[in-house]
């Protein structure tokens, strides 16, 4: 069975930091998700990591993937307030396979 | 694009009560998939259809849900009878195979409460 483990599962942070959030998960992967999600609303994408390697940046906000030690990261820089939401990666077992296993999710909060 | 369509957005029924929640997928989008998120159990993955077919159904629950997609544009998912238990934000996410992503977007949920 498919374990996607997110760490650390709360996060409290001051404007300005930077810090990182990790995605372990437990078998081969070929794509990885990262979402956002604020308090009451829906899923929001942010990125799409497609291969071993792939580094992927928005903002303050950058991804990266390595397939072989199953892991993914998502670093913030600098952070400020409006980044403070939960944040979920979701893995896709194969190409064939459209089903996406979610991680448990990292609530981030930026204090001022 | 309207994006993802789910209606009612809130739900409040009672214990024992049928309750049916709709879909709209994004027009041309080839998968539909049907999510249900809780403060215990995360975020689950429940069905979900492809060109209108159940794919995978072995998340739902128990046979108290069902779900439908009679066609592209149009899927239902129904739970008789509800129970306290299955309070929850259902999502409905859909994702086109025609690009490289296959990115799922969410629409804003439907929150039920089952009193």
């Known amino acids: 069975e498919l374990k996607v483990e997110q760490n650390p599962l709360f996060l409290s942070m001051q404007e300005g930091k930077n810090y990182t959030i990790y995605c372990n998960y437990s078998?081969?992967?070929?794509?990885l998700y990262w979402y956002r999600q604020d308090p009451g609303k829906s899923l929001e994408s942010l990125f799409v990591?497609?291969?071993?390697?792939a580094v992927k940046q928005e903002g303050r906000l950058m991804a990266s993937l390595d397939t072989k030690a199953r892991l993914s990261t998502l670093h913030i820089t600098a952070a400020v307030h409006d980044l403070s939401a939960t944040y979920f990666c979701a893995v896709d077992v194969s190409r064939g396979n459209e089903k996406l296993t979610f991680g448990t999710g990292t609530r981030l909060t930026i204090i001022p | 694009d309207a994006g993802v369509i789910q209606s009612p957005r809130h739900e409040v029924t009672e214990m024992g009560q049928e309750v049916t929640l709709r879909c709209k997928p994004i027009?041309?989008?080839?998968?539909l998939f049907w999510y249900r998120q809780t403060m215990m159990r995360g975020l689950e993955l429940l069905i979900y259809?492809?060109?209108?077919?159940?794919?995978?159904d072995s998340g739902m629950p128990e046979d108290r849900f069902s779900a439908k997609m009679p066609n592209a544009s149009f899927s239902t998912l129904k739970i008789q009878p509800s129970e306290p238990r299955d309070s929850a934000v259902y999502f409905c996410?859909?994702?086109?195979?025609?690009?490289?992503?296959?990115?799922?977007?969410f629409g804003p949920g439907t929150r039920l409460t089952v009193l």
């Open positions: 259809f492809n060109n209108n077919v159940p794919i995978d």
């Open positions: 990591l497609l291969s071993n390697g």
């Open positions: 027009s041309g989008h080839d998968y």
């Open positions: 996410a859909s994702s086109s195979r025609r690009g490289t992503t296959d990115t799922q977007y």
């Open positions: 078998t081969t992967s070929d794509r």
